[in-house]
T-cell receptor, first 117, second 114 residues
Framework: DAGVIQSPRHEVTEMGQEVTLRCKPISGHNSLFWYRQTMMRGLELLIYFNNNVPIDDSGMPEDRFSAKMPNASFSTLKIQPSEPRDSAVYFC???????????????FGPGTRLTVL | SQQGEEDPQALSIQEGENATMNCSYKTSINNLQWYRQNSGRGLVHLILIRSNEREKHSGRLRVTLDTSKKSSSLLITASRAADTASYFCATWGAGGTSYGKLTFGQGTILTVHP
């Protein structure tokens, strides 16, 4: 299995531009998570989906952030407009979620390092 | 604020020594998990301990959980240079604002010198 795939691996953009991060979960996994990692705040859960439906988006910082999961094999995290404080590493993770979600192992992608100038 | 707080923030040891990292948390949990992150990579799940368990082993890893003190420890025995990484504890909340989600601590940076 290829694992969780994220693209791009690195993104450098200017303030005000739209940024779209992409994630392909492990085939057969039913849950997908978006996290953000910074030195100041550590790893934060932004949003997660179960069976393509957003379950908890309370971690999304503000309306500039949006996430979609149009099908079981693809998700996007969009920032519009981007700001320098959005600079971080964004991770996508997926889990099987056959039983209780809380005991499932989450498998992380390699992350997208976003720099907003 | 982060649910889990690791201690120490950084740990430097020699190959063959044991490494112990601690994690404290604030609210009630369903389980506690430990992850490893190599530099520039995503996190890798190491071990999960449920709230009704006190100790768990996996290879060279030993995890303890004390729910009365809201703390956990991860012991890596006979460390190797390849164990050099950041280690995070993560709690699956059983109530409050952390309910139904995995909340990560700030991590311990472990360096194992050959």
């Amino acid at each position: 299995d290829a694992g969780v795939i994220q693209s791009p691996r690195h993104e450098v953009t200017e303030m005000g531009q739209e940024v779209t991060l992409r994630c392909k979960p492990i085939s057969g996994h039913n849950s997908l998570f978006w996290y953000r990692q910074t030195m100041m705040r550590g790893l934060e859960l932004l949003i997660y989906f179960n069976n393509n439906v957003p379950i908890d988006d309370s971690g999304m910082p503000e309306d500039r952030f949006s996430a979609k999961m149009p099908n079981a094999s693809f998700s996007t995290l969009k920032i519009q407009p981007s700001e320098p404080r959005d600079s971080a590493v964004y991770f996508c993770a997926s889990s099987l979620a056959l039983g209780q979600l809380n005991t499932d192992t989450q498998y992380f992608g390699p992350g997208t390092r976003l720099t907003v100038l | 604020s982060q649910q889990g707080e690791e201690d120490p923030q950084a740990l430097s040891i020699q190959e063959g020594e044991n490494a112990t990292m601690n994690c404290s948390y604030k609210t009630s949990i369903n389980n506690l998990q430990w992850y490893r992150q190599n530099s520039g990579r995503g996190l890798v799940h190491l071990i999960l301990i449920r709230s009704n368990e006190r100790e768990k082993h996996s290879g060279r890893l030993r995890v303890t959980l004390d729910t009365s003190k809201k703390s956990s420890s991860l012991l890596i025995t006979a460390s190797r240079a390849a164990d050099t990484a950041s280690y995070f504890c993560a709690t699956w909340g059983a109530g409050g604002t952390s309910y139904g989600k995995l909340t990560f601590g700030q991590g311990t940076i472990l360096t194992v010198h050959p």
